[in-house]
């Protein structure tokens, strides 16, 4: 069965902190993604990654940055957390051929404070 | 860069009745629309999804339309039941680069017992 774990479904982190959300696919997939989900903007790219040591700057990759140092694990760093980070955070997986399916994980929820 | 827009924010039928959820894209280039159900506390998850060659998609009780021309695609689901009830996003896929998803702004579905 496919799976896309976040390390975390609820975080709560203090402004300033550097916070580090944990993505690990277990189908070998070239292609992760992370994402925001925010109500009424749908979902936004932040970062995406190709190969591993590979990152792109998806739309709205401000105050993240990302890491991809082995192929099932894709982290998303948030070097000094801010309250407009609050928000609910999404990893995907996606084979490298076009035209295929997306894998989420179940979010992680986090409030910066 | 690709834009989605997703039609109407918030949906409210009647159990058996149908509904339907619209969505235009920006560039075409994009070949591939997948359709993704959010269910509470879980991430999005592929429900049917159509290529540019093709326009019309069936599952049982959903069907996905795709007019290239006009750039718009549109979701329908059939004889509702209240396990419908949910946020539904439309997405695209360009075909060059590193074939990221565009989301829509999402769309919450209620069926009314």
Redesign the interface.
Known sequence: DVK?TQSSRYLVKRTGEKVFLECVQDMDHE?M?W?RQDP??????IY?S?DVKMK?K??IPEGYSVSREKKERFSLILESASTNQTSMY?C?S?PGQ??T??F????TRLTVV | GENVEQHPSTLSVQEGDSAVIKCTYSDSASNYFPWYKQELGKGPQLIIDIRSNVGEKKDQRIAVTLNKTAKHFSLHITETQPEDSAVYFCAARLIQGAQKLVFGQGTRLTINP
Not at chain 1, 40 to 45: A, M
């Open positions: 896309v292609n993604f994402y009424g903007l749908g979902l936004r790219l995406f190709y792109e998806g739309d999404l995907a996606q076009a035209q399916e997306a989420f994980g179940q979010g």
